[in-house]
Nanobody
Framework: QVQLVESGGGLVQAGGSLRLSCAAS????????MGWFRQAPGKEREFVAA????????YYADSVKGRFTISRDNAKNTVYLQMNSLKPEDTAVYYC?????????????????WGQGTQVTVSS
């Protein structure tokens, strides 16, 4: 069992930055691939970014490439999402997810463990 707790959400103006954190409860965190997903009101949850267990591979949705950066610190059992140049369309609840071996890093159904989410609101 892995418990995930997101933090760092909030209200920011367009063009601003936020850094989300996701702390994992398990000491074997370093074995897990991690992903960030988001869900805007009235929309389905969508993939944002993912990182392999080692941090050696990262993946991004086209909509956030060049603006968002995913990273992890296995010593702190934490994964981060640095979000720059935020846009109003980035407004959503952001979730982190974990799985030992997702077949498709961008597929939410490949992740077994989920956090409760943190709200990000970008004002225009």
């Amino acid at each position: 069992q892995v418990q995930l707790v997101e933090s760092g959400g909030g209200l920011v103006q367009a063009g601003g930055s936020l850094r989300l954190s996701c702390a994992a409860s398990r000491r074997t965190f370093s074995y897990y691939a991690m992903g960030w997903f988001r869900q805007a009101p009235g929309k389905e949850r969508e993939f944002v970014a993912a990182i392999s267990w080692s941090g050696g591979s990262t993946y991004y949705a086209d909509s956030v490439k060049g603006r968002f950066t995913i990273s992890r610190d296995n010593a702190k059992n934490t994964v981060y999402l640095q979000m720059n140049s935020l846009k109003p369309e980035d407004t959503a609840v952001y979730y982190c997810a974990a799985d030992l071996d997702p077949s498709d890093y961008a597929e939410e159904y490949d992740y077994h463990y989920w956090g409760q989410g943190t709200q990000v609101t970008v004002s225009s």
